[in-house]
């Protein structure tokens, strides 16, 4: 106010005038108040709703990430498949030649033979024995007899060649045969893995944007880890071997000091009879003795067909403990019987993975169904680590482990269940379900 109040008058004027200020004031705040709320109110929203995002951001990077993560194993998985397609066919091209060789020697030196017969019969030659027989005289004879044999000898050493190389072409026509079955059956587990590969990505293509540049990553992450592996299963393989040469050295060393043993004891137990064969002779005659000496050898005898009998091991059932080492020597049971793809049956036909998964039923375990899927089933181990029972993923093929570099497996068509090197193929993964 611009002047000072001096009555009571003006001062209630006064007094009137700054309480309605006052209330303006209080108005002005309480929209202020208001205002500030809303503005709280939002911001508080904004904030949920920022957060709501930040976790539906998580939970979709979290999702890519499985994504990518299942992507890059079936893609290696992939890779790995075509790499084996592609070394089979080399193989297949290798042994193609070597059998085409090996069944051009075998028919040359059939046609000689058929010609060196036609030759001799139609020129009436005299057989071996009627050349002796005829012979004038001794020095005749002894030419004659040194005809006879260069004759035998050339004929021999014909016929040897013949069947060297028809043994040859007939080895190298059954690995062309088991190269071109097991190619069959990778294309196979190729075609099936890829389906089921392109099921996923139809899925995530669905489900997340700019899926293609994951997949692409996915693709570039695949094929370094499928170059990995094969170095590292290159590389196992390597040291498999190194230690299957080292057995067979020991073994060799073994079975040398066993034999010095037990040809040492021979020779002590020779000796010590012997001594006690003479004592009976001096004691009760020739007679006595040889009757005890025979029946000292028809004891011993009955003692090692006794002792040959008690030594032999029954099977492990089915029905026994869910250990690694009886579902391994279950699995061998059924080697030689037909593969048959999509079979689960143990006697009547089963694929890789049908393999397994009967296997393990038997023992009242249920395992997947697919390669790929058992290949993230039950929990990973390392080669190293690796014990009978355990399931090794080659990408699109499965096998059960027995310990020592070795595998049993639905293999092919032509081939059946069979035992194999565990490296034969590049491992991507080896689980353990029990």
Known sequence: MSSYATTSEELKKQQKQLEKEQKALEKEQDAIESQQKESQSGLNNANKNISDIQGEQQEIQEGIDAANEELVGLLTSIDLIKADIADTQIKIEETQAEYDEA?????????????????????????????????????????????????????????????????????????????????????????????????VIAKYRKQYANFDVQLAKAKQDAAVYTAQLQKQTSQIRDLQAKIDAKEKEVKKAKDAADEAASKEAAEAAAKKKAEEDAKKLADAGNSDSTDTAKNDSQSASSEASSSSNNSGNSAPAATGSATGQNIANYACQFVGNPYVAGGTSLTNGADCSGFVYAVYKAFGISVPRSSYSQATYGREVSYANAQPGDVIYYGGHVAIYLGGGRIVHASTARTGIKYENATYRTILTIRRFV
């Open 103 to 199: 069944k051009a020697q075998e028919e040359t030196l059939y046609d000689a033979m058929k010609k060196r017969i036609k030759f001799m019969y139609e020129k009436g030659e005299l057989s071996y024995a009627e050349l002796l027989i005829q012979a004038q005289g001794i020095n005749d004879a002894l030419n004659k007899a040194g005809y006879v044999e260069s004759l035998y000898e050339y004929d021999r050493q014909k016929l040897s060649e013949y069947v060297a190389a028809k043994e040859a072409a007939q080895k190298y026509g059954e690995e062309l045969e088991e190269a071109k079955s097991e190619l069959e059956t990778s294309k196979y587990e190729l075609e099936d893995e890829q389906a089921y590969v392109e099921q």
